[in-house]
């Protein structure tokens, strides 16, 4: 089956600092993928759509200048988290459309962000 | 806003017995739902899906049931197993939303032998 990568995995990180997380589909072509949220024992939120040579699109409440995406080709996405602090500290999920006509998603295994 | 929810927390069930995991959703444009399994520490594993012109799926082991009257899913797992053992989303995705899905609080199943 399809398979979309994160990385790191897992990341710590001091206040202030900013912090990279790559999503890769790795075996099709994903012109959108998407960035959920999870804080502990807690569901999965939507932050942001995420659209090959095009803007992100934001949910209510997330600040974009804050997690900057960038989409540069079918098969990467990365969200940054720029200036992060405690409240950043969560698991990060990416997922990806195939776009090779079924549109099944499938998501990535997850980023834990630590902010000291 | 409108949202997926469950109605139990916390399942704990007996290995080799069925289990039954709900969701109740409220959008009615809402056409398609999925299950998801999360083991702890990992992203979302796809268990099955269903269409909202459909009542019923079955995959291997599990049976999606939807009632679109009281807008309501469930999940069967039969002949639960020690491996079942985690938390089980229901999500939705909106007609003409696009692709991005709503998910539900989570059901966290434990599996005693």
Redesign the interface.
């Known amino acids: 089956g399809a398979v ?1 990568s ?1 990385h790191p995995s897992r990341v710590i990180c001091k206040s202030g600092t900013s912090v990279k997380i790559e999503c890769r589909s790795l075996d099709f072509q994903a012109t ?1 993928m ?1 960035w ?1 949220r999870q804080f502990p024992k ?5 932050m942001a ?1 995420s659209n090959e040579g095009s803007k992100a699109t934001y949910e209510q409440g997330v600040e974009k200048d804050k997690f900057l995406i960038n989409h540069a080709s079918l098969t990467l996405s990365t969200l940054t988290v720029t200036s992060a602090h405690p409240e950043d500290s969560s ?1 990060y ?1 990416c ?1 990806a ?1 195939d776009s090779s006509g079924a ?1 099944e ?6 980023t ?1 962000l630590t902010v000291l | 806003g409108e949202s997926v929810g469950l109605h139990l927390p916390t399942l704990s069930v007996q290995e080799g017995d069925n289990s039954i995991i709900n969701c109740a959703y409220s959008n009615s444009a809402s056409d398609y739902f999925i299950w998801y399994k999360q083991e702890s520490g990992k992203g979302p594993q796809f268990i099955i899906d269903i269409r909202s012109n459909m009542d019923k799926r079955q995959g291997q082991r599990v049976t999606v049931l939807l009632n679109k009257t009281v807008k309501h899913l469930s999940l069967q797992i039969a002949a639960t197993q020690p491996g079942d053992s985690a938390v089980y989303f229901c999500a939705e995705n909106i007609r003409n939303s696009g692709y991005a899905l709503n998910f539900g609080k989570g059901t966290s199943l434990l599996v005693t032998p």
């Open positions: 979309v994160q959108t998407f959920y807690q569901s999965l939120m939507l759509t698991f999920i997922s459309i549109n998603q499938f998501f990535g295994p997850g834990r």
